[in-house]
């Protein structure tokens, strides 16, 4: 008998454990393809630095207005610039998901290519000067350059003056 109410008590927990899983929030309706294709070009706002439709905040405080308003302007038939100048007039710049590809956020676009091409180009300067260097001269068979045979017994003599005890 105990083991059967054990039994019960841990199926009523599971399926209690597991029930908001299948339970949709409240305010997550399901959103049409074009939403979720426009709303993906758009940040939460949040603060989550993830796209608006893939914010997985539970009861979001922003996405989840914003995509009302998306499904909404979209239901009414506005134009997908129509939504982003909403967008934009309603939340700033911060809510692009990507700059867009004109006026100064043109730099964003371009400036990563052009330090590509500048540090491929500084790359192949430094290795092409390293390739025109001189080779160095071989020393010469009786020790290093510049330094005579005479000299060099000189030296080893008097360093062997100088370590004896």
């Not at 049409?32 to 796209?51: H, I, L, P, Y």
């Not at 506005?78 to 590809?101: L, N, R």
Request: hydrophobic share 45%; aromatic share 6%.
């Amino acid at each position: 008998m105990i083991k059967a109410r054990s039994i019960a008590a841990i199926t009523l927990l599971a399926m209690f454990g597991t029930a908001p899983l299948f339970i949709t929030p409240l305010g997550a309706e399901q959103l049409t393809d074009r939403a979720k294709e426009v709303g993906g070009k758009f940040m939460c706002v949040c603060g989550c630095n993830q796209v608006l439709t893939g914010c997985n905040h539970v009861n979001c405080p922003s996405s989840v207005p914003m995509l009302k308003e998306l499904s909404g302007a979209l239901a009414r038939g506005d134009s997908e610039d129509a939504i982003t100048q909403m967008f934009v007039q309603e939340f700033g710049t911060k809510v692009y998901a990507e700059p867009p590809k004109t006026g100064f956020s043109l730099v964003a676009w371009v400036f990563p290519k052009v330090c590509l091409l500048v540090g491929a180009g500084l790359v192949v300067f430094v290795i092409a000067r390293w390739r025109k260097r001189p080779a160095p001269l071989a020393a010469p068979a009786g020790g290093a350059p510049g330094i005579s045979a005479e000299m060099l017994e000189r030296a080893r003599a008097q360093a062997s003056r100088e370590t004896q005890d």
